[in-house]
């Protein structure tokens, strides 16, 4: 089993030891998965903000959403997927 990295959500994908490219299924499951896992954070987090979620707990809100941005950033870069 080879871990596929995406260079980003909309484009290619390759195994970095052979450089063989996914199949198409690969990408349309990578990219149905991304897309829920960004309308996830992009609704999610900012509904649990505006009712007050955030409001009794450290760090700050905004603190977490940053680092949330460069997780996420880290997440869909190195994004492992199966060859089906």
Request: net charge negative; charged share 15%.
């Amino acid at each position: 089993m080879h871990g596929f990295t995406c260079t980003s959500v909309l484009g290619g994908c390759a195994d970095p030891t052979t450089g063989s490219r996914r199949s198409a299924q690969a990408i349309v499951d990578f990219r149905a998965h991304a897309v829920r896992l960004l309308g996830s954070v992009f609704h999610g987090y900012p509904a649990l903000e505006l009712s007050g979620g955030f409001d009794h707990s450290e760090p700050s809100a905004a603190a977490s959403w940053s680092r949330l941005l460069e997780v996420l950033d880290f997440t869909l870069t190195n994004w492992p997927v199966q060859q089906q």
